[in-house]
């Protein structure tokens, strides 16, 4: 069994990966700042407090310690890849970098997306700098390296619209909402669970040294059909207009990178080369599932849902777009 270390291990795709390692009999160490999280961990994981952007913290935290495997949930931008490499070459046996499937090229020119297909997207600052964290990993020496690009992956906490639990609460009060586009273009949505089936086996495997995965499930949805299953969860009958991703960039820019620069382009993936490594990565938690998982989670406790006043507002004004070119 292994000796993991990762660095976050409270979020979306950390927290399951750390429950699925554990359940496998690895020994699991999660490095962060100690903030609550609505994720609970596994009692045997060992916790250890630090910050990662004061690296004198994380050395103070692990001291002489080594690891077959580091993974690092929160690094975004190539100074923390470089921070990493500063701390982990020669104290680890596989350094894991959790960069994007959003830094594939926008708009793909072919699918299924394989571990091939150009790292290019000029749309979204974000994926840039997945791509400029990659390009100094694969330029480093001394440290075995993995690359993973997750594409949507999510859990009960997580909606995948744009918009988060008001989107729920206006379809149940018979609102309009928004699908950007006509709604036709396919996406992929994983499971975390699924996930961590294919994180954790690639950790302390040689065979995934110096290579790059996707890891996404293969059932991909039409947008509408995204909305139209949250509904059915929620006992809801949606009311859902149409409006361009650019248009709704405009009004709210703060959704345009992730739009323009992702879900507005069908996305579909081979995971070949994942499955060669790990065979036992097939993804089983379909959406209509995962759908009731969220919209339980969220009835579970009133006060996880919030709907945000302001994004009402902008929502309506998305939606007025819709009903005037109508």
Same mark, same amino acid.
């Given at each position: 069994?292994?000796?993991?270390?990762?660095?976050?291990?409270?979020?979306?795709?950390?927290?399951?990966?750390?429950?699925?390692?554990?359940?496998?009999?690895?020994?699991?160490?999660?490095?962060?700042?100690?903030?609550?999280?609505?994720?609970?961990?596994?009692?045997?994981?060992?916790?250890?407090?630090?910050?990662?952007? #004061?690296?004198?913290?994380?050395?103070?935290?692990?001291?002489?310690?080594?690891?077959?495997?580091?993974?690092?949930?929160?690094?975004?931008?190539?100074?923390?890849?470089?921070?990493?490499?500063?701390?982990?070459?020669?104290?680890?046996?596989?350094?894991?970098?959790?960069?994007?499937?959003?830094?594939?090229?926008?708009?793909?020119?072919?699918?299924?997306?394989?571990?091939?297909?150009?790292?290019?997207?000029?749309?979204?600052?974000?994926?840039?700098?997945?791509?400029?964290?990659?390009?100094?990993?694969?330029?480093?020496?001394?440290?075995?390296?993995?690359?993973?690009?997750?594409?949507?992956?999510?859990?009960?906490?997580?909606?995948?619209?744009?918009?988060?639990?008001?989107?729920?609460?206006?379809?149940?009060?018979?609102?309009?909402?928004?699908?950007?586009?006509?709604?036709?273009?396919?996406?992929?949505?994983?499971?975390?669970?699924?996930?961590?089936?294919?994180?954790?086996?690639?950790?302390?495997?040689?065979?995934?040294?110096?290579?790059?995965?996707?890891?996404?499930?293969?059932?991909?949805?039409?947008?509408? #059909?995204?909305?139209?299953?949250?509904?059915?969860?929620?006992?809801?009958?949606?009311?859902?207009?149409?409006?361009?991703?650019?248009?709704?960039?405009?009004?709210?820019?703060?959704?345009?990178?992730?739009?323009?620069?992702?879900?507005?382009?069908?996305?579909?993936?081979?995971?070949?080369?994942?499955?060669?490594?790990?065979?036992?990565?097939?993804?089983?938690?379909?959406?209509?599932?995962?759908?009731?998982?969220?919209?339980?989670?969220?009835?579970?406790?009133?006060?996880?849902?919030?709907?945000?006043?302001?994004?009402?507002?902008?929502?309506?004004?998305?939606?007025?777009?819709?009903?005037?070119?109508?």
């Amino acid at each position: 069994m292994a000796n993991l270390l990762f660095i976050g291990g409270t979020g979306i795709i950390s927290a399951a990966a750390v429950h699925r390692a554990t359940a496998l009999g690895h020994q699991v160490t999660v490095l962060n700042r100690g903030r609550s999280s609505s994720r609970t961990l596994p009692e045997q994981t060992e916790l250890l407090t630090a910050d990662v952007r #004061d690296p004198d913290s994380v050395r103070s935290a692990l001291g002489t310690r080594e690891f077959d495997a580091v993974v690092d949930f929160v690094a975004f931008v190539p100074e923390h890849v470089q921070t990493d490499l500063d701390l982990f070459t020669g104290r680890t046996g596989q350094y894991v970098f959790i960069s994007s499937a959003s830094a594939y090229q926008k708009p793909p020119v072919t699918v299924p997306v394989t571990e091939e297909t150009p790292l290019v997207n000029p749309f979204w600052q974000y994926s840039r700098d997945k791509i400029a964290c990659e390009e100094l990993l694969r330029g480093s020496s001394g440290i075995n390296w993995t690359i993973i690009r997750p594409s949507h992956t999510y859990d009960r906490t997580a909606l995948p619209t744009t918009g988060g639990w008001t989107i729920i609460d206006r379809m149940r009060r018979g609102l309009p909402v928004f699908v950007h586009g006509d709604g036709t273009s396919l996406w992929t949505l994983t499971h975390t669970d699924d996930h961590a089936v294919a994180l954790v086996g690639l950790l302390a495997n040689p065979a995934a040294y110096g290579e790059a995965y996707h890891i996404t499930n293969e059932a991909p949805l039409a947008w509408n #059909d995204i909305y139209l299953k949250l509904a059915r969860a929620a006992a809801a009958e949606p009311n859902l207009v149409h409006v361009a991703s650019e248009t709704i960039a405009a009004i709210h820019p703060a959704w345009g990178p992730g739009l323009v620069g992702d879900k507005a382009y069908s996305m579909i993936f081979d995971n070949s080369k994942v499955r060669t490594v790990v065979p036992e990565f097939a993804p089983v938690i379909d959406f209509d599932e995962g759908a009731r998982q969220i919209i339980d989670w969220y009835d579970a406790d009133e006060s996880r849902r919030v709907v945000d006043p302001e994004e009402n507002a902008v929502i309506d004004r998305i939606c007025a777009v819709a009903t005037s070119v109508g």
